[in-house]
């Protein structure tokens, strides 16, 4: 059986039918008919899930097949880091520095910014030093001392490669596997198709934090739930002073008040849906109904000072709530704890077109703490066990200098994942002696290939999960995608 | 003997089908020729079909000749079906010659079949052993002990293992190798290659040896085609062997880990437990929902199982709403009770939940005395106390779980001491010993199949040549 795709459009296609005319002329079934055709909580329902609670619990009513993971946590490093001086190591790059970079490997690709590069390109080799780490032996650069503590924990992928070359759009695709606007986000994916445990915070939240330097934007757009109704869109939290602004009630008004005020509009928008059939209408009575919880759920998620000061410390937090990667990451934890589904951390500051050998050690330092402490946290907690962390940029950063920096690289850049139904302690695919580009062993890992093996571990086919918009069945790989069985536990 | 006559003898078992076949075939059709309107052979027929059957029953009776020469049958047995095999072959030329006399012809014909069967039955016998026929109902109807205190480790356990994999051509009818496993007196004898076994040593025991080899290895046992040891099976051979291979002792007077237990339990409690239908579980668990607030979400779309989350409802989640998931605990994969307000005197339902995976206690006020209600999950792979009051006594409770294999304990009273003691128990550093051999065993391979080309020292120092150009895949 596939799985019934609530698709708007069929929906008031059925409606206004003949058929549908007869029917509701004939009143009594006829009516009730139609009545169930037209929620789409009655449609949930008829996907095996009858519980008339207001949570959407997802479009699948079970798994493909046996889910390791519940939820997930994207440590996004915007602006693509070096993989050649965090995860990948390459000596022969070293021996290299400042001579002419072999014209067999470049000839005829793209390159973003260094095509006019005066003098030709030459090869630029790392001047930081790597270790062995963890029972393991992971190579881990020695500018990310905390993470070198959990390399028991990761499973690092060094074949990363993407499509696209510049910031926004290879994030766009990084997220939704396309950069066409319209495609819905890989949270967005999540939400609809899985649903999300907590129905007092959003089921896909979004924390953002800046590096030292001036940093590329992120466009709001990277979350979007595209062609999906919005309500499955990740919602961005401030993480300076209060997550959500206005959650708090006026002068004046009590919650009661407020309550009645809720329910009085999801009534009236009750009627207007009736009439109308615009699923936008059913967002907004569930966003107004999740706002409400908020204003309880939202103070107290964010009051960081509950936390104990040796928690503090072992993310680096300074000054709880101040915005920091740090911070955010403390946040994640505690929204996960939650219920949450998917929390994107973005974190500006590892575009480094020039003076990367000062600046990608600061880079390193905003984020190296915080993050190995997050995943030494949730495992503590027995959160691990099914939460998926994944530590990575967009792209990464090309082997031959651009002055004193590296410019941006799609044929090679490394991630790390940890938990959740990922094996830990392997290295997964590899690049040439250069880190110019991945190698075709079987290991290599397209972004179609990490959602494809990340949908995995929530035991969903990507093939399966699909959304029919516009005359055709879209999916998060589109026609991609291998799920690479090999770092599945 | 030359082989082209070594593999006319082997070709005997193939050949008898086919009068075995055309006699039976030739039986119920003059048989149901008797009655009114039922068919008829003609003359013709009969002188066919009848030429046919001779020429195979003197086809298999020389070939079975020649088979009968290789040894290793016992030889009562093997006389019994060689005559009767004869005795069959002459029946059939008599019958040839009896053919237009109906009743000695019927009488032949009777007699005929009849040594047709006991010939068949003594060549079964032959290959697949003495009780093979009745080996499975006769183990079906035996009622098992089910309690540790009367089972018998030799008799009820191992021995039948043996019975079922090896006596068919290890036993008295036939005995490969000289080698006999249906009494005790010849199992310790052990055959042509020495004993097979090794009192307190499995894996330097050639029963065990002989197992692991390569299923194609010439030497593997039982031989390729034949039904093969099964994991379990193969464990608890090992483990007897191990213990120093007892006779007469019973399972109890000896301390098995839990794994062994485990599947000493499954292999002799005959009734296994049902698989709870879908369609009912899901049923309760949406009015289970509905009432209690709690998420049940199926794991899988065809099984049954539920993963539970009561975590949602924190304290407002007590003993009393975990005893009314009972109508949905055996269907439980994942229970998350962490942070809810279950205390000792509630966790009594989770015995009910035999296969629950993962369990989330954390933050909640049980103790010691509540986790003795794990001790059946013997499907418990994760358990997460994080933030209980547990102390290093209460850890031995846990000691009964045999698949346990991560259990979180920060901000209790457990001491990391304690905490590596029950993971000491939890191991079974034999079996992990053995794959990393056999993991070796496999690394040797690889390098033994991996092409080096040296270009010498020199060749450092030149450039680098990109990998060989990929296929295209996506844009």
Wanted: hydrophobic share 40%.
């Amino acid at each position: 059986m596939s799985p019934p795709n609530f698709s708007f459009l069929r929906q008031r296609q059925i409606a206004w039918s003949r058929r549908t005319f007869l029917g509701k002329s004939a009143q009594a079934i006829g009516t009730l008919a139609l009545g169930s055709l037209l929620t789409p909580r009655a449609l949930s329902a008829a996907a095996g899930s009858p519980v008339n609670d207001g949570r959407w619990r997802g479009i699948l009513p079970a798994p493909h097949f046996l889910p390791r993971a519940k939820r997930i946590i994207q440590l996004s490093m915007a602006g693509g880091p070096s993989h050649v001086e965090t995860f990948d190591p390459k000596p022969k790059l070293n021996a290299l520095h400042g001579q002419p970079f072999p014209a067999a490997f470049t000839e005829g690709q793209q390159l973003a910014q260094l095509q006019h590069e005066r003098g030709g390109l030459r090869a630029r080799g790392s001047p930081f030093t790597f270790s062995r780490c963890g029972l393991s032996g992971q190579m881990i650069c020695d500018l990310l001392p905390h993470t070198q503590t959990i390399a028991d924990e990761l499973c690092i992928v060094r074949s990363m490669h993407t499509d696209q070359i510049n910031h926004d759009p290879a994030h766009a695709f990084m997220n939704a596997g396309s950069i066409i606007k319209g495609r819905p986000s890989f949270g967005s994916w999540m939400l609809y198709g899985l649903g999300a445990e907590a129905d007092n915070l959003p089921g896909y939240v979004v924390l953002m934090s800046n590096g030292p330097g001036n940093d590329q934007p992120i466009s709001a757009r990277q979350w979007s739930a595209g062609f999906l109704p919005s309500k499955f869109q990740g919602v961005q939290f401030q993480s300076k002073g209060t997550p959500v602004h206005y959650v708090g009630n006026p002068d004046g008004i009590c919650q009661s008040l407020q309550r009645q005020l809720i329910d009085e509009l999801a009534e009236l928008n009750g009627y207007c849906a009736e009439r109308t059939l615009d699923p936008e209408i059913q967002t907004r009575v569930a966003q107004y109904e999740l706002a409400f919880k908020m204003q309880t759920s939202v103070p107290e998620l964010a009051d960081l000072r509950r936390e104990p000061q040796s928690t503090l410390d072992l993310y680096g937090i300074k000054e709880p709530g101040d915005g920091s990667f740090a911070s955010n990451c403390l946040l994640a934890r505690r929204l996960i704890e939650r219920g949450t589904r998917f929390v994107q951390l973005y974190h500006r500051g590892w575009d480094h077109h020039s003076e990367i050998d000062k600046n990608l050690p600061l880079a390193c330092k905003l984020v190296d703490q915080a993050s190995a402490a997050l995943v030494k946290d949730l495992k503590q907690r027995g959160l691990l066990e099914d939460t998926l962390v994944i530590w990575g940029g967009e792209f990464g950063r090309t082997p031959m200098g651009q002055g004193t920096g590296r410019d941006h690289h799609i044929n090679a850049f490394s991630v790390w994942m940890a938990g959740g139904g990922i094996r830990p302690g392997i290295t997964w695919g590899s690049t040439d002696e250069l880190g110019y580009r991945y190698l075709p062993d079987g290991q290599d890992m397209h972004v179609h290939d990490l959602h494809a093996t990340l949908l995995a571990a929530f035991g969903i086919d990507h093939e399966r999960l699909t959304y029919r918009y516009q005359g055709r069945d879209f999916r998060l790989t589109d026609v991609h995608g291998r799920v690479a069985q090999g770092i599945l536990t | 003997m030359e082989p082209w006559l070594q593999l006319a003898g082997r070709l005997h078992p193939l050949a008898a089908h086919l009068p075995i076949g055309l006699f039976i075939l030739l039986a119920v059709i003059e048989l149901a020729g008797a009655f009114p309107g039922g068919p008829r052979l003609t003359a013709q027929q009969r002188s066919w079909i009848l030429s046919l059957g001779f020429l195979g029953a003197a086809t298999t009776a020389s070939f079975g000749w020649l088979l009968a020469g290789s040894g290793d049958y016992d030889d009562t047995l093997l006389e019994r079906h060689r005559w009767l095999g004869v005795g069959f072959a002459a029946t059939t030329a008599v019958l040839y010659f009896l053919r237009h006399r109906p009743g000695a012809y019927a009488a032949g014909l009777t007699v005929s079949v009849a040594l047709l069967g006991f010939a068949g039955h003594a060549g079964g016998t032959l290959t697949h052993g003495e009780s093979y026929l009745s080996l499975s109902t006769v183990a079906a109807a035996s009622p098992a002990p089910t309690r540790a205190e009367d089972t018998r480790l030799f008799d009820d356990v191992i021995h039948p293992i043996l019975q079922q994999r090896c006596v068919s051509c290890h036993g008295a009818s036939k005995s490969q190798g000289d080698l006999r496993y249906d009494t005790r007196e010849f199992l310790v004898q052990g055959g042509k290659s020495g004993p097979s076994f090794k009192p307190g040593d499995a894996h330097g025991s050639l029963l065990i040896k002989r197992a692991h080899l390569p299923l194609e290895a010439k030497q593997h046992m039982p031989p390729k085609g034949k039904p093969q040891l099964t994991e379990d099976e193969l464990t608890l051979l090992e483990w007897w062997i191990d213990v120093g291979a007892p006779f007469d002792v019973r399972v109890s007077a000896i301390e098995a880990p839990p794994l062994i237990l485990e599947r000493l339990a499954t292999r002799l409690s005959w009734v296994r437990e049902p698989t709870p239908d879908r369609a009912v579980v899901l049923a309760a668990a949406a009015a289970l929902e509905q009432r209690l607030g709690v998420l049940l979400r199926p794991l899988t779309q065809d099984g049954p199982w539920l993963a539970a989350n009561a975590r949602v409802k924190l304290t407002a989640f007590g003993d009393a709403e975990l005893a009314a998931l009972a109508p949905i605990a055996p269907a439980l994969y994942w229970l998350d009770l962490g942070e809810t307000g279950v205390t000792d005197a509630g966790l009594g339902a989770l015995a009910a939940m035999k296969n629950l995976r993962r369990l989330q206690l954390d933050r909640t006020a049980i103790t010691g005395t509540g986790l003795r209600a794990l001790s059946g999950l013997s499907q418990l792979e994760t358990l997460n106390l994080h933030g209980t009051r547990l102390t290093d006594a209460d850890l031995s409770a846990l000691e009964s779980l045999p698949r346990l294999r991560s259990l979180y304990l920060w901000q209790t009273q457990v001491s990391a001491e304690a905490a590596a003691r029950l993971g000491q128990k939890q191991t079974d550093h034999r079996r992990i010993a053995r794959w990393r051999t056999e993991m070796a065993a496999l690394e040797a391979k690889i390098r033994a199949e991996t092409f080096r080309a040296n270009l010498g020292t020199d060749a450092e120092s030149r450039p680098p040549s990109p990998p060989a150009p990929t296929t295209a895949r996506s844009p």
